[in-house]
């Protein structure tokens, strides 16, 4: 089983829609848990950083943690076709432990 | 000016050449990292430095060198590579390799896309 999953897609909804991306994990040690956005030819940019369960809101992004389930989720509203990229969910457990990365989601919002 | 900056953006390099990739970090960071990343893939951790102490070797191929000769400049050093090694390389940056988990937050650059021929 792979440490991290995530469905590579792609996805394409139309501007406008709300978007859902999902990872999930089979190490119960993770306890921090980012969003990474990358665009075509550039670095991942960190977009969302969460710790342990609970929700996040950082302006159109929500940031889901379901550790009981081992899933993770990042929503987009109002979807723009800036937002177009490829999202990477990551992941880490405590003092030492690499952070982890999934494959991504590569994501297209149409005009 | 970006927090971390790659250099060349771009290289196309024969099995019997030597490059080298240059990462430099304007963040104040100690700790500093070289991933690959291959289409369809998760990123592969190949180096971490932190303090200049190379403190993670993912057994990477000895035709991948790495140096770092101040926490603010990392090197990767390309020799005798293979077709399969052609990928987007990044440089990251954090604040304290051994602090991962507390807080701790990687910094990308762009990225050295190689193409081995």
């Known amino acids: 089983q792979k440490e991290v999953e995530q469905d590579p897609g792609p996805l394409s909804v139309p501007e406008g829609a709300i978007v859902s991306l999902n990872c999930t994990y089979s190490n119960s040690a993770f306890q921090y848990f980012m969003w990474y956005r990358q665009y075509s030819r550039k670095g991942p940019e960190l977009l969302m950083y969460t710790y342990s369960s609970g929700n996040k809101e950082d302006g159109r992004f929500t940031a889901q943690v379901d550790k009981s389930s081992k899933y993770i989720s990042l929503f987009i509203r109002d979807s723009q076709p800036s937002d177009s990229a490829t999202y990477l969910c990551?992941?880490?457990?405590?003092?030492?432990?690499?952070?982890?990365f999934g494959p991504g989601t590569r994501l297209s919002v149409l005009p | 000016e970006t927090g971390v900056t790659q250099t060349p953006r771009h290289l196309v390099m024969g099995m019997t050449n030597k490059k080298s990739l240059k990462c430099e970090q304007h963040l104040g960071h100690n700790a500093m990292y070289w991933y690959k990343q291959s289409a369809k893939k998760p990123l592969e951790l190949m180096f971490v430095?932190?303090?200049?102490?190379?403190?993670e070797n993912n057994s990477v191929p000895s035709r991948f060198s790495p140096e770092c000769p101040n926490s603010s400049h990392l090197f990767l050093h390309l020799h005798t590579l293979q077709p399969e090694d052609s990928a987007l390389y990044l440089c990251?940056?954090?604040?304290?390799?051994?602090?991962?988990?507390?807080?701790?937050?990687?910094?990308f650059g762009s990225g050295t896309q190689l193409s081995v021929l």
């Open positions: 430095y932190n303090f200049k102490e190379q403190t």
């Open positions: 990251a940056s954090s604040q304290d390799s051994q602090r991962q988990g507390n807080n701790e937050k990687l910094f």
């Open positions: 990551a992941m880490s457990g405590n003092y030492g432990q690499n952070f982890v």
